[in-house]
């Protein structure tokens, strides 16, 4: 049994959970996506002034939820790697002070990896290898999971993030921030064969084919652009948006569905793990359990409400590296950018 309270504050929302092995007992998110939409994104110096405002309440409602004290607390957990740095601070300098102040140990969890454990929160008995399928607002890629922070990275995207793509999308339709919810919901009701998009593959050198596991989404971003400016420039009518949001989601859950499968196939592995927000569109999950059930590979995807960030799916990431005995130091800063191949450096402090 290893009881943590984690911290996400690595981009707009303020999150503390608190997790025992894969139960979770306490979940606070506050998000702050009213304060940025007027903004169309996150403005990073509102996030950090609002996360600070926000921060003590929620430890105090995810503990009320638990209905735990801190002697019952084994380690405090926060995301330090990669995100908004002013905003990573806040998070960081709270469970710091609070491991100070409890006698805890404090453990920096690198974000991306707290999106590939978001799925042990309803699969009990997951364990690696797996491919880890990471889509959400920064990230596009695809990771072989060998052990808790044994990765390689084997393929991604080479210019927007599948999250990214979605929120663009959105914005050049008018529909709404952010996208991607939007543009799932609008998917519903339009026909994804209405607009043929292309699929943004990349080219190997010397006429060679196609990069197997990359892709690129500009280029489909681009598509979009084109066909909303040729539409309407033919025609007074309303856009038809359902059917351009379901054309552009099925190009891109197509995408991403075959890289997915083709690389497990050729690594040999038979459990894909979808982790980020966008493994909360209902056209990805939709595509990729067909596909990859004909394919004999088993798919697990968060319990929506862990898809975006959350401090659940940290604490998770916590868990696995507290039983390991990494343990961080209380000197150890935040860090923007951070390779998911080099969470090791967030446990320099060593082992117990
Ligand atoms: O993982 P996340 O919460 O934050 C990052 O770490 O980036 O992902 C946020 C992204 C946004 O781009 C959002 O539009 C997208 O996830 N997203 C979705 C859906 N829900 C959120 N994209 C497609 N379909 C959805 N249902
Ligand atoms: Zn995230």
Redesign the pocket.
């Known amino acids: 049994m290893t009881i943590v309270l984690a911290i996400e504050t690595?981009?707009d929302?303020t999150a503390v959970a608190i997790v025992n092995n894969r139960k979770v007992l306490g979940n606070v998110v506050a998000s702050q996506i009213e304060i940025h939409r007027e903004f169309g994104g996150v403005v990073p110096e509102v996030a950090s002034r609002q996360h600070l405002e926000s921060i003590n309440s929620c430890i105090a409602e995810a503990l009320g939820q638990a209905g735990l004290g801190w002697d019952r607390i084994e380690a405090i957990a926060a995301t330090c790697a990669p995100?908004l740095v002013g905003a990573l601070f806040v998070g960081v300098s709270a469970a710091k002070t609070l491991a100070m102040v409890h006698n805890k140990p404090f453990v920096g969890v690198h974000?991306?990896e707290g999106?590939i454990y978001a799925s042990y929160l309803s699969q009990p008995d997951l364990e690696p290898p797996f491919l880890c399928l990471l889509?959400?607002?920064?990230?596009t890629s695809l990771i072989e999971v060998r052990s808790c922070g044994d990765y390689e990275l084997l393929g991604q995207t080479r210019d927007d993030?599948?999250?990214?793509a979605?929120?663009k999308v959105?914005r050049l339709l008018g529909v709404g921030y952010?996208?991607?919810?939007v543009?799932?919901?609008l998917a519903k009701s339009g026909d994804p064969k209405a607009f043929p998009l292309p699929e943004g593959k990349i080219s190997l050198p010397n006429g060679a084919g196609y990069h197997p596991y990359d892709c690129s989404f500009s280029g489909l971003k681009t598509a979009v652009l084109r066909l909303v400016q040729k539409l309407t420039a033919a025609s007074d009518e309303p856009l038809p948006v359902a059917d351009i949001a379901a054309s552009f989601?099925y190009t891109v859950a197509k995408a991403l569905t075959k890289r997915a499968v083709r690389c497990a196939q050729d690594r040999g592995l038979s459990t894909i793990v979808v982790?980020?927000?966008?493994a909360?569109?209902?056209?990805?999950r939709e595509m990729l359990s067909t596909t990859a059930a004909a394919a004999g590979i088993a798919v697990h995807f968060p319990p929506l409400k862990f898809?975006?960030?959350n401090a659940a799916m940290i604490a998770c990431a916590a868990t696995e590296h507290f039983a390991r005995g990494d343990r961080s130091a209380f000197e150890m800063p935040v860090h923007s950018r951070m390779p998911i191949t080099e969470v090791s450096e967030l446990y320099a402090v060593g082992r117990d």
């Not at 993030?161 to 990214?164: K, Q, W, Y």
């Not at 982790?275 to 966008?278: E, R, S």
Request: include cysteine; aromatic fraction near 2%.
């Open positions: 690595s981009c929302e995100g974000h991306l999106h889509v959400s607002g920064g990230h993030a599948a999250g990214e979605f929120d959105a952010p996208g991607g919810a543009i799932d919901r989601q982790g980020g927000g966008v909360a569109n209902s056209g990805l898809c975006t960030d």
